[in-house]
């Protein structure tokens, strides 16, 4: 009887070795901006209370009406995590952020799960960064948020990006648009979509994010939100304007634009790329500044974006972006007979105290079949060691590239390879992003 074949989940995918490095890359990258915009990372557990997610996210959103994961043990609802904004708001009531002062800057890397129906760009599983700042109703927050999420497609090349913006206003504004766009729908109300009808009453708002062809000729000519705004909402949406204006971040207005969680007030943005084809958004965030008092915490205001990783690969591969640096290891150890075998695994610990990779045979290869991994595994040097070379002490250190061999002592060996690496480390720090066709 054939074996039974285990595979992943519908929508889930394994993040393979050759793939792990632009993921490490891209990591590295956050970390190291984040830092730099004084943002400090928060890690959440992957599961949330399913109550927490409803309250947050909102009863009639998509992502609660049909794609959480659900499950139960005993008498606890659990459900892994489709977002981070409504845990990191769990996690700042929790353990009182609030009293380390200012506003916390926050931001994150990790896995979401949303049941949706997969496709390019589309994952059941997927990964999002993002920044959460709690604590301040100033527009320059919403604009230094803005800007840390244009700051990262944009060091990394991707430039063909479109910032559109919107204010949703507060939640007065809200209710007086929703009555004039329900005004507004009624007279065609059987010729909206199904999907726009069972939103009509509850969340006419949504009906805006409408991609149902049906919809879109109401859609266009609709009254917008923007001539809803009560004074305060406009002046705040005002400087955000203003403020991206001075950062020089351009933006396209958009007041169409609604988000898909309840939670948001304010302002609400999108970036979006034509290299994404339907999925085409890149991140979107905006303000919340209901939702900690909603979970339970003191009146807080808060703005924040979220960032689909995988997306932003594909933006890459549209542009011929690579990430990261090929697989390679800087020293493979070959050895002929077992006293160099033994030696060759001692000098391991020394290279690697240096600073570079090193690796050797551990399938007792024949020298030949050592020197084809060796290629296999892009060394850039070999260190060949056998019978004489250990009883001269001395061993061929052969550049792969160059083709080219020394005899030399482990010293000479070490001081080699420690001042070869400072001169690649400079031009790392360089050239750390290439397109492919830098490569040939
Ligand atoms: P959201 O949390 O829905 O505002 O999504 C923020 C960003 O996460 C989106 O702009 C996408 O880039 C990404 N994203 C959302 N859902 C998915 C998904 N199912 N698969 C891949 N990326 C996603």
Do not use: F
């Given at each position: 009887m054939a074996k039974h074949k285990f595979s992943t989940h519908h929508g889930m995918v394994d993040i393979l070795p050759d793939e792990v490095r632009k993921w490490q890359y891209l990591e590295n990258l956050i970390h190291q901006e984040a830092e730099k915009f004084n943002f400090e990372e928060i890690r959440t557990p992957i599961m949330e209370q399913t109550e927490l997610i409803v309250r947050g996210l909102g009863q009639l959103t998509d992502i609660v009406s049909k794609e959480i994961f659900s499950f139960s043990r005993g008498d606890d609802n659990y459900v892994l995590r489709p977002e981070l904004t409504a845990p990191v708001v769990r996690a700042f009531v929790e353990n009182h952020l609030d009293q380390r002062g200012g506003s916390q800057k926050l931001y994150y890397i990790g896995p979401m799960f949303r049941a949706e129906r997969p496709q390019k760009g589309r994952q059941r599983q997927f990964h999002q960064f993002g920044v959460e700042v709690l604590g301040s109703a100033d527009p320059v927050a919403d604009a230094e948020v803005i800007a840390f999420m244009v700051h990262i497609y944009k060091k990394l090349g991707i430039a063909n990006t479109t910032l559109k913006l919107n204010s949703i206003g507060d939640p007065e504004s809200r209710e007086a648009y929703k009555k004039a766009l329900k005004e507004y729908l009624k007279p065609n109300f059987e010729k909206l979509s199904d999907i726009s009808q069972t939103r009509f009453e509850k969340n006419p708002l949504r009906i805006l994010d409408s991609k149902e062809e049906e919809d879109q000729p109401f859609i266009e000519t609709a009254p917008v939100i923007t001539d809803f705004l009560s004074e305060e909402s406009k002046v705040h949406y005002t400087q955000v304007k203003e403020y991206l204006d001075d950062l020089g971040i351009s933006y396209v207005e958009d007041p169409y634009l609604v988000r898909g969680?309840?939670?948001?007030?304010?302002t609400a943005f999108e970036l979006i790329s034509p290299d994404l084809g339907s999925q085409d958004a890149l991140a979107g965030g905006g303000r919340y500044d209901l939702l900690v008092e909603e979970i339970g915490g003191k009146p807080t205001p808060a703005v924040g974006f979220a960032a689909g990783m995988e997306r932003l690969f594909i933006a890459c591969e549209e542009l011929d972006i690579k990430l990261g640096s090929e697989k390679s290891v800087d020293i493979y150890i070959v050895t002929l007979g077992d006293a160099a075998r033994k030696w060759g695994l001692k000098q391991l610990p020394a290279i690697r105290e240096k600073g570079l990779s090193a690796t050797m045979d551990?399938?007792?290869?024949?020298m030949k079949a050592q020197m084809k991994d060796a290629n296999r595994e892009n060394a850039r040097y070999t260190i060949i060691v056998g019978e004489n070379e250990l009883n001269e002490g001395k061993f061929t250190l052969r550049n792969m590239k160059e083709s080219e061999e020394n005899q030399l002592t482990m010293d000479e060996i070490l001081n080699k390879l420690s001042a070869w690496l400072n001169v690649r480390r400079s031009i790392f720090y360089k050239h750390p992003i290439s397109r492919s066709s830098d490569r040939k």
């Open positions: 969680m309840d939670y948001y007030t304010q551990y399938m007792g290869r024949s």
